[in-house]
Nanobody, 127 residues
Framework: QVQLVESGGGLVQAGGSLRLSCAASGGTFSRYGMGWFRQVPGKEREFVAAIIWSSGSMQYSDSVKGRFTISRDNAKNTVYLQMNSLKPEDTAVYYC????????????????????WGQGTQVTVSS
């Protein structure tokens, strides 16, 4: 059973930074990539960033490109999301997730390719 545990959320002022972590456990599992999504009440969960585990290739949504950085630590089985220049509109619950298999170009931004999800961590950016 794959378990993903996010941490690092909190309250920060606009312009500040936070680093989210997502530790994966549960033995051996197929992992093509990992991603971060976020969700606010009443809205759909939206793609933030993803990384292909083997190559380190990264993908970002336009709304966070240039401000957020996704990275991974193979030894720790952990993916990170460094968030800089935070804005109030970044306020959301942030979730990490695992893509078991490559499902084609552009697939990492689609929720339905992710099989395992964490419980989420709240990020609140005050103005």
């Amino acid at each position: 059973q794959v378990q993903l545990v996010e941490s690092g959320g909190g309250l920060v002022q606009a312009g500040g930074s936070l680093r989210l972590s997502c530790a994966a456990s549960g033995g051996t599992f197929s992992r093509y990539g990992m991603g971060w999504f976020r969700q606010v009440p009443g809205k759909e969960r939206e793609f933030v960033a993803a990384i292909i585990w083997s190559s380190g290739s990264m993908q970002y949504s336009d709304s966070v490109k240039g401000r957020f950085t996704i990275s991974r630590d193979n030894a720790k089985n952990t993916v990170y999301l460094q968030m800089n220049s935070l804005k109030p509109e970044d306020t959301a619950v942030y979730y990490c997730a695992v893509v078991p298999f490559n499902q084609g170009m552009g697939s990492l931004s689609r929720r339905n390719v992710y099989s395992y999800w964490g419980q989420g961590t709240q990020v609140t950016v005050s103005s």
